[in-house]
């Protein structure tokens, strides 16, 4: 029993610093902000393979290709042709939540003394994005409608009697919007992590166990988190899919209202 | 949770260091790798596009010659049999004509010696009439002892002919 109680499967979402004084002091380089930049680096490593500008691509080159024209095409279909603009922003978030969740699944644990974070996994990080891709609605929508863009709140054919209340439901719905993108993404990463700890818990208090039950539940363990790491995996790209899925769709609220 | 424990702690280091990280990817990869990504698959598929364009423009083309070549065999093989049966004509006629002209000349030959039959024919009558007059005169001089003259004889010769 004394295993398990040194196994914490929150201590992954601990933040530590690595350089300077962690109270306060925006400058303090933790373990999130060095797999921030592991991310970054990785990001521009994958994109410089695309650089090549070749007429026939080789397979690296039709990887950022393929996720650059998906990203592209989520666009075009959801926003249309003014949406080119925003592409940038919906790459970057699409591409760092991407390479964030893979990163944070990698198992660098098994080298001594590094211990992988999950960037994405903090509500800080989800939430900065949220409210940056929820500014983008509300400066576009604006700038572009002004006070007409409060149309976007009373659906087409609403009743007279039921306006103030419909308009009142949608004007919650949209603001709630960046909290459920931020808590999306947060909850389903700190979701599988957790399970993924707390199984791998279970796996070292069965070997640890006295009997015959104790390994079985370790091998059970063991096929468990292979699955739910299989899962994570998925999750980790449909997470980052929806994320930039939800913020071109709000993008087209506001460029397009209806 | 670590994220809420120490989130007076962590927020302004989270921010910073997440909003120079999305401004790097913004800036350096969105701003400035992504578009020339994006030109180079647009390059690529409007060269496709010129590609398959001239593909097609090239197979019309090559139809078109096809078109014309065979045309122009028509047209040639008519020309050919045009030839050919104003030659079959040409020698026809020729043939026709040199037909005739031996058969004009044989006809003469023909025709001359019928009249040289004819002459010698008439030829021998008159002698026969002569050596039958003379031949009256004597008879006639010897067995009833009468003179009768040439002319009578001819005369008598003629009549006793025509009614053989």
Redesign the interface.
Known sequence: MAAESTIDP??Q???DSLAGD?????????N??LW??I??GA??VF?LG??K???V?GRWQVM??GI??FV?SMIDTSIGPEGRKY???V???F??ILFANLMGLMPFGVVPGVHPFTVT?????TG??AI?SFSIVLIVGFWKHGFHFFSLFIPHGTPKPLLPLIFLIELLSFLVRPFSLALRL?VAM?AGHILIKVFASFIVSGLNAEGAMGPAIALLSFLFIAGVSALELLVAAIQAYVFALLTSLYINDAENLH | MPQINQLSDVLYSQLFWLLLTLAVIYFGIGQAMLPKIMSTMDARSSRITDDLAAAEAARRAADATEEAYRARMAESRTEAMKVTGAAKQESARATETRVAAADAASREKIEAAEARLRAAAEAAMADIENVAAEAAQDMVARLAGVKVGKSEAARAVKAAMADV
Do not use: Y
């Open positions: 929150m201590h979402f601990q933040i962690l109270a306060g002091n925006p400058f303090a380089f933790t999130s902000a921030m930049l991310v970054l990001i521009f994109m695309g650089m500008r070749e007429l691509p950022v290709e650059t024209s592209a592409l940038p922003w790459f970057t978030i591409m760092f996994s903090q509500f800080t990080i900065v994005m940056i947060f700190i």
